[in-house]
């Protein structure tokens, strides 16, 4: 095939992957498809708030410009991951109890992080993961010490730290219409309604083979109808391992089916998918005895998954 970002380019979106810098020093086949095939670049951990900031007013830029640099290096954008999150973050921030401190901190971090970026980023994840599945708040540190306000706040900050970046509100279980979508759902319309800045949405989808939302279209384009645009940024679909012909036959249908819901809204703007090959992801270590999830097997030999995303994408 052609490079895919070409494809997803003829269609005004892009193609995506999760990155992670040391993997393309140690590992040429990894690198090669990195700078080929895709258009957009998150950074899987190095722009997360315990390794740009692990001690307070400590900055550690090394591994998010190292991201930076190789976007920019291959004509990529760079997606930023991510602002606020209860996770990955260190204890220093993860125990202040006092809302005006608490509120500082969060401020000055994504001042610090936003704007040392300023105008490198085309999106941010700007709060991620603020809900249960019931769609209540998560009790983070930020929700507890702070309350509902601090979304926000989050959000007005980033908005006056990189004015050109777009804010996106980002979490998981999000992909059908269910109780959490339908509260990130209320909280865009709130945002719209009131002119706080949002600018899209995104939805993490980390699938189960056999388990693409009947409604994810659907979801995805309620969140359009908003205003909103969305973006799937985090797309694996695991399965048991070692992996049976018949679910990687599955996952293949499972991967189209969300390209062509993507494709078919005006206002999904791009996959990201999380990771490259399976040897990295993240899945065997979070759920025992699954992985499998990449279009790329540990070896780098393709899955069927990956013919049917380049096919939605029309890659000659
Ligand atoms: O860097 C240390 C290394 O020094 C140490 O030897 C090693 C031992 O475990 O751990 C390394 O840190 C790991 C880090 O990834 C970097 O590889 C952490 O243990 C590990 O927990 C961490 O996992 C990441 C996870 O987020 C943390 O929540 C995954 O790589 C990353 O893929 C995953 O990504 C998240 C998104 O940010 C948000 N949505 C869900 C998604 C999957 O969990």
Same mark, same amino acid.
């Given at each position: 095939y052609e490079p895919l970002r070409d494809a997803a380019e003829r269609s005004g979106r892009y193609f995506g992957f999760a990155y992670a810098p040391h993997l393309a020093q140690q590992?040429?086949?990894? &690198?090669?498809?990195?700078?080929?095939?895709?258009? =957009?670049?998150?950074?899987?951990?190095? =722009?997360?708030?315990?390794?740009?900031?692990?001690?307070?007013? #400590?900055?550690?830029?090394?591994?998010? !410009?190292?991201?930076?640099?190789?976007? +920019?290096?291959?004509? #990529?954008?760079?997606?930023?991951?991510?602002l606020v999150w209860h996770s990955q973050l260190p204890g220093w921030a993860s125990n202040i109890s006092d809302p005006t401190r608490l509120s500082t901190v969060m401020k000055?971090?994504?001042?610090?992080?936003?704007? &040392?970026?300023?105008? !490198?980023?085309?999106?941010? !994840?700007?709060?991620?993961?603020?809900?249960? !599945?019931?769609?209540?708040?998560?009790?983070?540190?930020? +929700?507890?010490?702070? $309350?509902?306000? @601090?979304?926000?706040?989050?959000?007005?900050?980033?908005?006056s730290a990189d004015p050109n970046a777009k804010l996106c509100i980002n979490d998981y279980s999000t992909d059908a219409i269910n109780s959490?979508?339908?509260?990130?759902?209320?909280?865009?319309?709130d945002f719209k309604a009131r002119g706080v800045p949002i600018d899209c949405v995104g939805l993490q989808s980390h699938l189960i083979v056999g388990q693409v939302p009947s409604t994810?279209? +659907?979801?995805? *384009?309620r969140f359009v109808d908003l205003g909103v645009e969305v973006r799937i940024t985090e797309l694996d679909i695991r399965m048991n391992t070692p992996a049976? *012909?018949?679910?990687?036959? *599955? #996952?293949? +249908?499972?991967?189209?089916?969300?390209?062509?819901?993507?494709?078919?809204? /005006?206002?999904?703007?791009?996959?990201?998918?999380? $990771?490259?090959? /399976?040897? @990295?992801?993240?899945?065997? /270590?979070?759920f025992s005895g699954e992985g499998a999830a990449l279009p790329w097997n540990s070896d780098y030999s393709v899955k069927p998954a990956l013919a049917e995303l380049a096919q939605v994408m029309g890659a000659t």
């Open positions: 590992d040429a086949n990894y &690198r090669a498809i990195a700078e080929r095939e895709f258009s =957009m670049v998150t950074a899987e951990n190095t =722009m997360k708030w315990e390794s740009v900031q692990p001690s307070e007013g #400590q900055f550690n830029w090394s591994g998010a !410009d190292a991201v930076v640099d190789f976007a +920019q290096a291959n004509n #990529q954008e760079v997606y930023g991951h991510t000055d971090h994504i001042n610090a992080v936003a704007g &040392r970026y300023k105008g !490198d980023i085309a999106y941010w !994840d700007v709060v991620n993961e603020a809900f249960e !599945d019931n769609g209540t708040r998560r009790q983070s540190v930020f +929700q507890r010490v702070l $309350g509902d306000g @601090y979304i926000e706040e989050a959000f007005r900050e980033a908005r959490k979508s339908t509260a990130i759902y209320n909280l865009v319309r994810y279209q +659907q979801n995805i *384009q049976s *012909q018949q679910n990687i036959a *599955q #996952q293949a +249908q499972d991967y189209k089916k969300v390209f062509e819901a993507c494709w078919a809204v /005006d206002g999904c703007n791009g996959v990201t998918i999380w $990771g490259i090959s /399976d040897q @990295y992801s993240w899945i065997p /270590d979070v």
